[in-house]
């Protein structure tokens, strides 16, 4: 899924300094999976931004509404009574959700609560980790269900690089040297030979290097 | 070198003097031939203040622009040194600026770079890290407060003569101006603009950069490239992006008959000159004889630029 991380309050504030009245509009998708844009989510900043504000002496007056996904038109079509009626509104989805709400609704103005990070997954409860680069040409199936590309700090397509030890890069000691968990799992499984093949330089073109992205699946083009 | 004087460059001592500038551009070779690259250089010398050396231009790569840059000045021709950021992060554009100045650049024109998808690797991963509007503050960040981008301090800075590029002819129109004057307000001491065949056009837009004074903050040198074939004309009015050329230009060359277009090509372009010496704002021209180095010295003297000021 996606992962993402609030925005800080205060930036929040700031681009709600001119406003008397926002929606702030949560997703059901991705980001009320990683607890950070969904209905119990767009709750909490609701109410610390009507706190905020009273402090300051200038009521907020904030709104709550939160809709299956900000990525699909459908859903987005939901609130096309009321998204007139605000002075902004702060989307609690992915960066997604903001530029789909501006292109449908290009009148009104969408903020963003929340930072995207990465493609990833939760280890425990309250981790998530990054698993995917999204480079549009997977190679894990050469590394034993491990990607270099998203989880070497080098995309390193021959690894571990001189900086690995004990099992950690050479960034931080909080980071895993994933190439060093490759190797191992070779050696463990006898089929370091895998590794002794050199890799083409990877064609980056299908990666955001190529440009923006898309994606055309004809059967499904009406 | 004269306080006053930013880099000491011979393009700012001309420019600054008061002349018209008149640069020229030169393409490093396709491999490690530095004999090919002196004797494009070789037409150059005398007949241009300073020459821009390209940075992997459209993409396609070749010898490194600050090695091209070194062969220039062991040929006594002052270089122009061109860098793109679409091949370097930050630490290697630093690095760069450094090793060229120490090398005895002074003159260095900042660009975003093609998109690599124009060119030959079109597989390779794009940098981007800063944008050529962050690039031209940099340079002027190192020259004068003498600090790398991080600022911490550098030991010896950078002087040279900061050069930007502007397409009066890209979308949207109105746009173009504004982003000019914020490269100039990045840093930018000249400007090179994109190669200008529709006329109407960029007297529009010189007139919108005369009226908010950008002329007087910067020099602004139009940018010329003859037309050497009615192909060419037609293959930069549609496959070059923000190219902008007009239907009667092309007809023009086309009716100057077989055998003749290269002439017309370059009588339009000695008028193109003649016109921007009068022209409000413009301080010079930038002639882009695109692998046409040796017909620089022609167009020089028809278009009346020469002798080339000693300054």
Redesign the interface.
Known sequence: MIVADRKPLEEILEMVKGCNKVLVLGCKGCVTVCNVGGAKEVGVLASILKIARKKEGRPLQVDEKSIERQCDPEYIEQVKDIVDQYDAVISMACGVGPQFLSEAYPKQRFFPAVNTTFFGGATQHGVWVERCAGCGSCVIHYFDGMCPIARCSKSLLHGPCGGSANGKCEISKEVDCIWDKIVRKKMEEGRLDDLMQPKP?????S?R???PRKSVREELVQ | MNDDLKSGSNLEKVLKAGHFAFTGECGPPKGANVEHLKEKVAHLKGMVDAVNITDNQTAVVRMSSWAACTILLQEQVEPNFQMVCRDRNRLAIQSDILGVYAMGVRNMLCLSGDHQSFGNHPQAKNVYDIDSMQLIALVKKMRDEGKFMNDEDIDVSPKLFIGAASNPFAEPFDFRVHRLAMKIVAGADFIQTQCIYNMDRFREFMKKAVDVGLHEKCYILAGVTPMKSVGMAQYMAKSVPGMDVPDSLIKRLREAGKGKVAEEGIKFAVEQIEEFKQMEGVAGVHLMAIEWEHRVPEIAERAGVLPRPKV
Not at chain 1, 201 to 205: E, H, L, N, T, Y
């Open positions: 330089a990877k064609d980056w073109r990666a290097d190529g440009g």
